[in-house]
Structures are given as C-alpha cells and as structure tokens.
C-alpha cells in the first residue's frame, strides 16, 4: 500500500462527508469526486473516466428519504486506489461498484446504531447547549474514521487479492472484462431514458 493509495482513502473518506453529513456541495458525486482524487495517484485521464462511468451507472439513484444509494465516492476511490497499485481499471472498476455497494449495506448498518449515539449526544446538548460545536465535530470525525477504515480495509483486501490472482487470469477473462467495461456508458444511458421519457410526459 503506497502513500498516495494512503492519501486517496483519507481523501475519499473525507468526499463521503459530503453525501449527507456535512456540506453537501456535491463533491461526493462521481462526476467530480473521481477526478479529484485522480490527481493523488497522477492519472487525471483514469480519474475522469471513472467519473463518467461512475455517474451514468449510478445516475438513476437518488439519496431521497430512506433511501441509500451506492457510494460513487467509493466506487471511485477504490477503483483509482487499485489502478495507482498497478491493477487494470476494467478490472479496478467492477471491485469499486462491489465496494459502493457494500459499503451502503455497511452505511445502513452503522445509521441503525447510531441512532443510541444521538440519543446520547442530544441529551447532552440539551444539558450544556454551548458543547454543540464540540458534540458536532465529534460526530463528523467518528464518520470520517468508520469511513477511512471501511474505503481502506477493502481496498487492501481486494489489491493484495488481485496482484496475486493477476497472473493467472486468462486472456479471455481480460477480453470479458473489458468488453463488460466498455459497455458501462451504454448501460447507464439505457437506464436514463426511460426516466427521462417518463419526466417528458
């Protein structure tokens, strides 16, 4: 694990406070998060490709009330991370919408939790109104860790697993990927126009 693979997941960590903790400036989107991140690991070119393949997969699901899309910021993260160690991004980007999406079953899991926590902190709020400010930044950093260790455990699992299967994957295997990778844009455009047809009428 090098120290720009380091620094993406700090990063990306970070991004994912945008989704629904803390500003929500849409940094966290992957049309924007991906790039970003892209100029850690020096390849702005992956960066920008993951974001558009991010968006248009992921384009059709909103975070509205209760529902919890996969991570774009994860699916980015991780897809750079595992390119910056030297893994194909046809097959970097496939472990980043499995990372996305296990990582919104952990979201899940985690929000069911902390509801006992925020008991706990609102109590104390209403006990001493002026530890507001200390009781929020305690709540943004705790994200922020269970964020880092979740983006960075996976991306260690799936990169120490792909660098030692990468050489006894077929040639064939790399043809599906790629081809299954290419075909990304044209499965998330598939999905916008019906919606949009439906907006239409």
């Not at 929500?24 to 100029?39: N, V, W």
Request: charged share 10%; with cysteine.
């Amino acid at each position: 694990m090098t120290p720009e693979v380091f620094m993406l997941c700090v990063f990306a960590a970070l991004l994912e406070l945008d989704t629904t903790y803390a500003f929500q400036l849409t940094f966290s989107r992957g049309i924007i998060a991906a790039p970003l991140m892209s100029l850690i690991t020096g390849d702005v070119m992956a960066g920008i490709q993951i974001g558009v393949f991010t968006e248009l997969i992921f384009a059709d699901v909103s975070p509205l009330g209760g529902i919890l899309p996969p991570s774009a910021v994860v699916c980015s993260a991780v897809s750079l991370a595992l390119n910056a160690m030297g893994i194909d991004l046809y097959f970097a980007f496939f472990f980043g919408v499995t990372g996305s999406i296990l990582f919104s079953v952990a979201e899940k899991f985690m929000r069911k939790n902390r509801f006992k926590w925020l008991v706990f902190w609102e109590r104390k709020i209403l006990q001493k109104p002026n530890t507001v400010n200390r009781t929020v930044a305690l709540a943004l950093a705790t994200s922020f860790l269970m964020n880092f260790i979740l983006i960075f455990i996976f991306t260690w699992l799936c990169g120490n697993l792909m660098l030692t299967l990468l050489p006894y994957i077929p040639m064939k295997a790399h043809f599906a990927c790629k081809f299954a990778y290419m075909a990304v844009p044209w499965i998330g455009l598939a999905t916008l126009v019906p919606a949009f047809r439906l907006k239409a009428r």
